[in-house]
């Protein structure tokens, strides 16, 4: 640690040489240059019918930059918007004529925008990317589009750029880097949403949601729509009840098999949640439920609160002392090791990793207290052997004293950053997996209508007929930890990790997220007779 941060102090005092040596040859080191001006000869006005769009550079401030630019340095520029129409518009900006041969992820960009209605508060936009692109030679390309800008009103947006410093990653080659951009404004268009999306798949959406889930869902309560709830990227949709709606066929095995998945909901950002459902003979509309693994322990340790996790603190076999090292995900649980192995084999090692997203599992692994659990002897400590109940084991009323026994309150939001299981921590996630695979959520059996917790639903589809692991933790009883399970009545139900002094049937069902791009590229109508599929 101590050499990279050597290695960094020397690169800082080398750009400094550098700068000086720009201001005798002119070499541009960072350089903005305004596409647009302040004065009237100088704006740029998009005009095609009531369409009237005035840009301009609203910041005469930042200019030529040829002094030291060390790391985490960022420079700003505020650009102006308003539309002098009588409709509504879409507009996007771009860079112009740039050029940018720093590292890939060397400059960080963020936008935000304020309204002449809104005042001084800046608001977050979503950008194409999160870096400047790359280009040895000047180049126009996209910075954002879709922006909104009502007619009658004018709109700011400020530009900032830094300067990052990359863990572990040698920046020398950016000390002779080159940056520099214009900007420039085109008519954009309307953000095509997972709605719009849904319904160019003559996907209904249902405006009635569920009052309550506290009754096993026996029918397909989706036949008028899909119902709605907010997840961790926004708005999500889900199927409910018998669903012969929600059949999909995606990739095949090592065995050269198809499997076959069940849609469990199209998550708020666009991409597709889905349980393997079983596999069948290649090119067929016809597959045998099953599993991918049967008796499968969650954890071959079960005394500790941290065996409760798809990953652990610490070694197996060693106690726990504190939330935060129970927690610490250092260490893959049994299941995820065994899930890994079959994703690899089946999903990776066959070509089609590259349709999965990157999307989060919630392994909640909160702990609310004994108010929310029901638990008497709760302390809410989640280490070692202290009795501890955790989030969904309180929204759903694991306990008959909890005060959601008899109305389960799921939530697709996940409570803690560091239960957010994903690949990347880019994906708002925390970057633990090692693939982008995990488990169906308690929340998720809920809404899909399983019904309060213990209550026989043989006629929902995620009835499998045998008992299947879920990914949300359920308690520490001060013996063992159990995990949230769906048993072979389709009860919401829940297991020891080890499966030590119950039963040792328990089987696993995978959950994959595919990539939103594919939304709209499938084909089928995701019934049994023909299934949605990628062509």
Not at 105 to 130: F, I, M, N, Q, R
Not at 288 to 307: C, H
Request: negative net charge; proline residues 3%.
């Amino acid at each position: 640690m101590e050499d990279r941060k050597n290695k960094k102090n020397i690169i800082s005092l080398i750009v400094l040489c550098v700068s000086i040596v720009a201001l005798t040859t002119s070499l541009t080191y960072a350089y903005f240059v305004s596409q647009v001006g302040t004065n009237e000869q100088e704006k740029i006005t998009i005009k095609s019918g009531d369409l009237a769009l005035t840009f301009r550079d609203n910041d005469e401030t930042v200019e030529n930059i040829e002094d030291t630019w060390n790391f985490g340095d960022s420079i700003e520029k505020e650009l102006v918007i308003e539309n002098t129409g009588t409709k509504d518009a879409y507009a996007k900006i771009s860079w112009d004529n740039l050029i940018n041969t720093y590292l890939a992820e060397s400059l960080a960009y963020t936008l935000e925008e304020k309204s002449d209605e809104s005042g001084a508060v800046w608001k977050p936009v979503e950008t194409v990317s999160a870096n400047v692109p790359r280009s040895e030679s000047a180049t126009t390309q996209l910075l954002v589009d879709h922006l909104l800008i009502p007619a009658g009103h004018t709109y700011s947006y400020r530009v900032r750029i830094t300067f990052e410093d990359l863990e572990d990653t040698d920046q020398t080659v950016d000390l002779n880097a080159k940056f520099i951009t214009k900007f420039i404004l085109d008519q954009g268009t309307k953000k095509i949403t997972l709605e719009d999306k849904l319904i160019n798949m003559n996907i209904k959406i249902n405006p009635n949601n569920p009052i309550s889930f506290a009754n096993p869902a026996t029918t397909n309560e989706t036949a008028n729509g899909l119902f709605s709830m907010q997840d961790d990227y926004g708005t999500s949709y889900y199927y409910r009840g018998t669903a012969p709606n929600n059949y999909i066929k995606f990739g095949q095995n090592a065995n050269g098999q198809d499997m076959w998945w069940r849609i469990i909901r199209f998550n708020g950002d666009g991409t597709i949640r889905m349980q393997y459902d079983g596999s069948g003979t290649s090119g067929t509309n016809s597959y045998t439920r099953g599993f991918v693994l049967s008796y499968q322990l969650w954890n071959s340790n079960e005394d500790d609160a941290k065996y409760v996790g798809w990953m652990f603190g610490g070694a197996n076999g060693s106690v726990s002392t504190s939330k935060e090292q129970a927690q610490r995900n250092e260490t893959d649980s049994t299941i995820k090791t065994e899930v890994d192995k079959w994703y690899k084999k089946n999903i990776v090692d066959t070509g089609y990793g590259n349709y999965v997203a990157d999307s989060i599992f919630c392994n909640d692994r909160s702990t609310p207290g004994k108010s929310a659990t029901g638990l008497t002897d709760d302390i809410g400590l989640g280490y070692g052997k202290n009795i501890t109940g955790y989030g969904a084991y309180a929204r759903l009323g694991g306990h008959r004293d909890g005060p959601n026994y008899q109305n389960p309150k799921p939530d697709l939001i996940c409570p803690q950053e560091n239960d957010k299981f994903t690949v990347e921590a880019e994906s708002t996630g925390n970057g633990y997996l090692t693939y982008p695979v995990g488990l169906i959520t308690a929340d998720e059996i809920v809404i899909a209508g399983s019904g309060m917790y213990n209550t026989v639903n043989r006629n929902y589809y995620l009835n499998k007929g045998e008992t299947y692991w879920s990914f949300s933790s359920s308690d520490i009883s001060g013996v063992y930890g159990s995990m949230f399970v769906v048993d072979d009545e389709g009860k919401l139900s829940l297991d020891s990790v080890s499966n030590g002094t119950l039963r040792f049937v328990n089987c696993v069902a995978p959950v994959i997220n595919l990539k939103a791009e594919y939304l709209n590229q499938l084909e089928g109508d995701g019934t049994l007779q023909n299934p949605y599929y990628l062509n």
